[in-house]
Each structure stands twice: as C-alpha cells, then as structure tokens.
C-alpha cells in the first residue's frame, strides 16, 4: 500500500486547526500510521527542504517551518501521495480549488497550512528522514467499506 509524508505546519498548530485538517485525511479513508507533534530543528528543516535551496522563499521557507511545533505524520491508502495533495489543494492557497484545506484555510502562499510529499521516491525519503524504516501498519475494520 502506498505511503505518503504529511506535516501541519506551525501556521495550523497555532490557529488549532490540527483536528480540524487531521479530520479530513481521516475522513476521506486515508490511514494514520504515524503521528507526532513536534518542535522542527533547524537540521532537519534544512535536509526536508533542501530542493528549494536556491530558491528565494528558501530562508522565509525554514523559518518559517522552525517557528512552532508542527505535526508530522505518515498516512497510507491507495494512491495516498495523490489523494493526501489532491485533500490539500495546489500550493497558492489563492489558487486551490474550494474544498481543500489550503483555500479553506489560507490566503497565501507563505502560509499554506500543510506538507505532502510529492512522489513515491520524494515520501521514500520523507518518512525515513522524519520516522525512521521501520513503520508497522495495523488492521482497520473498516477498510471493506472504504477500498473495493
Ligand atoms: P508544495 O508544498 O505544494 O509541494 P513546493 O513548490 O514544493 O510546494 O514549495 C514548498 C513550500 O515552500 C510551499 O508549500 C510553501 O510553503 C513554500 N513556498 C513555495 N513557493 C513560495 C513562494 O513563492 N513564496 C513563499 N513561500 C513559498
Ligand atoms: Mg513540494
């Protein structure tokens, strides 16, 4: 099953909106494998982001991200990459489609709320930078009422 690498951002933490986005990952049938709030250290802010580097929102970008504790998951689900972004909407909050937790609760890019991972090789090191290799699933009772 395919795994994806999901953070709510310190801007969701402070605005106590983590049930509220945890809600709809959850509702929609993705499943909470991995779970923890936490405090971003500088290192780790700067290896998750280094593909931004050179960009010029890359210093606001980790500031940003070390500003408050986030909440660090990892969710699982047919398809979970493209379902967890498609649940988040595009990155300009501006932009995204209504419905989404990016324009339902943002109104700018710098402030878009959550982190998906963006492909399967981007999640493979997503999860390990922040959980580790060794991610046990478990059984929900519910799955032959959500996947075919
Ligand atoms: P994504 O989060 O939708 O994958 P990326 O292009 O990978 O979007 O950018 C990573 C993050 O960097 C964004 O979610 C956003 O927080 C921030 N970011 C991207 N572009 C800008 C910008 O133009 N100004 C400020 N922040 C930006
Ligand atoms: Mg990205």
């Known amino acids: 099953m395919e795994r994806t690498f999901v ?5 969701a933490v402070q605005r106590g909106l983590i049930g509220e986005i945890i809600s709809r990952f959850e ?3 993705l499943k909470i ?3 923890k709030l936490l405090q971003v250290p500088q290192s780790l802010a700067e290896k998750h982001y280094a593909v931004h580097k050179e960009r010029p929102f890359y210093q606001g970008l980790i500031e940003y991200i070390t500003s408050g504790p ?3 998951m990892v969710l699982e689900g047919p ?3 493209q379902a967890a972004r498609s649940t988040m909407g595009v990155t300009n909050p501006v ?11 943002g109104m700018e890019i710098g402030r878009n709320l959550t982190h998906g991972s ?5 999640s493979a090191f997503e999860i390990s930078l922040w959980f580790g290799d060794e991610l046990d699933t478990w059984q929900r009772d519910q799955d032959r009422w959500i996947l075919e």
């Open 70 to 72: 986030v909440v660090a």
């Open 33 to 35: 494998i991995a779970l």
């Open 7 to 11: 953070m709510l951002k310190p801007d």
């Open 95 to 105: 932009a995204a489609a209504p419905g989404t937790i990016r324009a339902d609760f």
């Open 79 to 81: 398809s979970a990459i």
């Open 118 to 122: 963006d492909g399967a090789e981007t």
């Open 27 to 29: 509702k929609r049938g």
